[in-house]
């Protein structure tokens, strides 16, 4: 049977009439609903409101919701609410509800766009700030590692030597090879239309030393590496593990960061010079296939051309791009805040920042190059 | 004419169990052995949990409560044995009528597992919009009926990394109570608060029961809430690998079946009892 309430007057006594079975799988009545009839009909002034329980069979917290509705409509009319013929539970819990003041707080105003602009970039310079403060932290580390005065902890050193040479190599050497094969394309397209099919070496050669193959190893390790320092480092946040480190007196970038940044540090111009290799195989085999160019006039081409200049060049940004992917995975990691989600979003962060600098580093680089006439 | 006065009894379960209610236990276990695969962690666990009763399930630190627990609310599978929900073998059923004794069921986590990136009403809404047909207004309002119940009006839009791990708790209780269950589970529900939470919370399970004649299983250590809040209690000895008691926490005191019983509820490190 539904859950019914209806009201009457009687003698000033605005009664309410439960009935049925309250169930909160079921829309309740709502108690604005129940009396605005009985009281505009009759007109007469109530000054208490009752409750009737005899017709009321079995209920659940709609009820309860109900009779709330009711509390409040008689703190807002001053009037008196008789609960005394209500099952002995509920009054019971109508008090236990309201045993703790409601918590107010009052809305603060929303800010100008003014105030915004400014706290935009109040928040932006905090984070420069930290960012620096990082960096400062992790030079002072690896200082204190050539003067022996921190101990690099070998193992997780090692750990992440080998997560980034045999462990990347496999997606190293697929995107390095595609990158060399679609340089090759672009060039046998472009290069035949003025019969300069032969350059393409020069195209590949260049292209690969001096920005592709130390770029797209930056691009790959920092989805790979940086998200995983990131992901690695947030959860020891959340457990408190880095909490622990710092309480026993241990600075967890000389513990947590140093191996890390330093071990992607070492393999990132390792793993650049690989790529540039692989990429530019690739591009020999779409020129043998669609130039009908020998491996031997290939490599002559290339060499022809190409310094070791180029070559230290694509490596010098292959150590930048590991210092920045280091830096950038271990800071997000150890700024990740309490929750669940926060992991995630250190790792998107992580990742995000890393190709952002990347991409800047490249950029600065390639500026100085050219002033310095590299 | 009935008595006015008369209390009306409380809702029936949502899904209609078989048989006389009355006479089928709220939880039966029989013959319970649990396992991480080939090891074996406790076996030979037989009990039943009344209606409205508040039952117990203790013992020392790694001694399987927990994993007691995760058979009961169907997050494990028995090795062997049974475990009846009001009659119905709950392992053995069918997604839907899996699904329908879930619902009849509240769990208050250790860590009140609240999720994360959803404010208190959010997570205390979430089974009343995924289970009933009310509209979002009463959701809002039965919402608000819980957090209060619970000492939280007024944190509605909180997010649970805003609060203390007490008002989590007590958050993480009025989701466990949401949909108004039949039955309660309760893991550890005083770890990690200090004794004057622990007590309200354990207020908190003795008026659940007073109002709404819940069903309450509690895995816990924690005596003074053991003698405080339950009806009967349930021994696991982690070196016997079984239950090894069962009944009134103060008639096992009085009377330990064996010395680790009288260890465990005597606070003391060895001796006979």
């Known amino acids: 049977m539904q859950a019914t309430a209806a009201a009457h007057t009687r003698e000033g006594t605005l009664i309410i009439a439960l009935g049925g079975d309250w169930s909160i799988d079921r829309a309740p009545p709502r108690f604005a609903h129940t009396v605005a009839k009985a009281v505009d009909s009759n007109g007469h002034a109530v000054q208490r409101v009752a409750f009737d329980a005899r017709t009321l069979g079995r209920w659940d917290t709609s009820l309860l919701l109900f009779l709330m509705q009711g509390q409040q409509f008689c703190e807002q009319h001053a009037l008196p ?9 509920l009054p019971r819990l109508l008090a236990l509800a309201r045993a703790v003041p409601e918590r107010t707080q009052e809305a603060p105003p929303p800010p100008g766009v003014v105030t915004r602009v400014g706290l935009r970039a109040l928040r932006l310079l905090g984070d ?22 921190t101990r690099l902890p070998w193992r997780d050193f090692w750990v992440v030597v080998q997560s980034n040479s045999s462990g990347a190599l496999p997606i190293v050497t697929l995107i390095a090879l595609l990158v060399g094969v679609i340089m090759a394309f672009l060039g046998v397209v472009v290069l035949k239309r003025f019969g300069a099919g032969y350059y393409v070496s020069y195209l590949v050669g260049f292209g690969m030393l ?72 690739g591009g020999m085999l779409v020129s043998a296939t669609l130039l009908d160019l020998s491996f031997r006039q290939f490599f002559s081409g290339l060499l022809a051309a190409v310094t070791i200049s180029d ?39 992580a990742v995000v920042l890393a190709i952002t600098l990347i991409i800047m580093a490249n950029a600065v680089i390639d500026w100085l190059a050219a002033l310095l006439d590299v | ?62 001694s399987g409560k927990s994993t007691v627990l995760k058979h009961l609310t169907g997050l494990r599978t028995p090795a062997t044995g049974t475990i009846l929900f009001e009659g119905q073998a709950f392992s053995a059923d069918d997604d839907d009528a899996r699904r329908a004794v879930l619902q009849r069921m509240g769990v208050l986590y250790q860590n009140g597992a609240l999720w994360s990136g959803l404010t208190l009403a959010e997570n205390v809404g979430l089974p009343l919009r995924e289970f009933t047909a009310l509209n979002a207004r009463d959701i809002a309002e039965i919402t608000t009926v819980k957090l209060a119940l619970v000492g939280l009006r007024g944190f509605e839009d909180y997010y ?13 209780l009025a989701r466990a109570i949401a949909l108004d ?58 070196n016997e690998r079984t239950m090894t008691a069962l009944g009134p926490p103060s008639a096992l005191r009085d009377h330990p079946p064996s010395a680790e019983v009288h260890r465990f509820l005597t606070r003391s490190s060895g001796g006979a009892p």
């Open chain 1, 81 to 89: 609410c008789d609960t005394d013929a209500l099952p002995e539970q």
């Open chain 1, 128 to 149: 420069l700030r930290e960012a620096v403060t990082f960096l400062g932290q992790v030079a002072l580390s690896a200082a204190g590692l050539v003067v022996r005065r």
């Open chain 2, 1 to 62: 004419m009935s008595d006015p006065t008369t209390p009306a009894p409380r809702l029936e379960p949502r899904v209609p169990s078989r048989g006389n209610r009355d006479e089928v236990p709220a939880i039966e276990v029989r013959d319970l052995t649990m396992a991480y695969g080939d090891r074996v962690v406790m076996s030979d666990i037989s009990f039943t949990v009344g209606r409205g009763e508040i039952f117990v399930i203790m013992g020392g630190s790694g």
């Open chain 2, 160 to 172: 649970p990394a805003a609060i203390s791990g007490g008002m989590r708790k007590r958050a993480a």
């Open chain 2, 181 to 238: 269950p039949d039955v309660l589970f309760f893991d550890e529900p005083s770890s990690g608060l200090d004794p004057v939470s622990a007590s309200r919370l354990d207020d908190l399970i003795l008026e659940i029961r007073a109002s709404f004649s819940t069903t309450i299983v509690v895995v816990t250590h924690d005596l003074d809430s053991i003698f405080r809040i339950a009806d009967r209690a349930l021994f696991l000895d982690i």
């Open chain 1, 311 to 349: 070559a230290l060049l694509g490596v010098l940004k292959g150590v930048v791009y590991g210092a920045i992917i280091g830096v950038a995975g271990c800071m997000k990691g150890l700024q990740t805040g309490a929750d669940a989600g926060a992991v995630g979003r250190s790792t998107t962060s």
């Open chain 1, 210 to 281: 001096r920005e592709m193959g130390a770029l797209m190893t930056g691009i790959i390790m920092a989805g790979r590496t940086g998200a995983a320092f990131a992901a690695e480092l947030g959860s020891m946040k959340i457990t408190e593990e880095i909490d622990a480190f710092t309480t026993l007196g241990i600075a967890p970038v000389d513990y947590l960061v140093l191996p890390r940044v330093l071990g992607i540090f070492c393999m990132m111009p390792l793993l650049t010079v690989y790529a540039d290799f692989i990429g530019i195989a």
